[in-house]
């Protein structure tokens, strides 16, 4: 296993348990729909909401969550609609969050949750 592949599920439960203490419920962790995969689908009050998580160890790649292209947006927004559409939740509010982790060796993760990040 590489080290990126170590780094993003290590930073995947860093966001866990972020999420967790912010009270979102964790519905689903590693959603896929085709060739694509939303990393965490949570509830924040009536919210359903979708997450991004992306980890960096070294600046000179930028900010994590600058990888969020608009792309990546538009497959994660494709991704969604599957998932509302197999699982039916209702008429419930939704958004999109971006949970962006950079890794320190001496101090762990430094965290950033961005809300509503895109529509």
Avoid at 15 to 38: M, S
Wanted: charged share 35%; net charge positive; with cysteine.
């Amino acid at each position: 296993m590489s080290r990126s592949h170590d780094l993003g599920r290590s930073g995947e439960e860093a966001a866990i348990k972020y999420l967790q203490r912010k009270k979102f419920k964790i519905l689903e962790r590693g959603f896929r729909f085709h060739k694509g995969e939303i990393d965490i689908i949570a509830r924040d009050g009536e919210t359903v909401v979708f997450i991004e998580v992306k980890s960096r160890r070294k600046w000179e790649h930028g900010l994590p969550e600058e990888s969020v292209t608009p792309a990546k947006q538009r497959q994660i927004r494709r991704i969604a609609e599957a998932y509302l559409a197999l699982k039916n939740p209702g008429d419930v509010p939704c958004r999109f969050d971006v949970v962006s982790l950079y890794f320190e060796p001496e101090t762990g993760y430094q965290i950033r949750h961005i809300p509503d990040a895109f529509s």
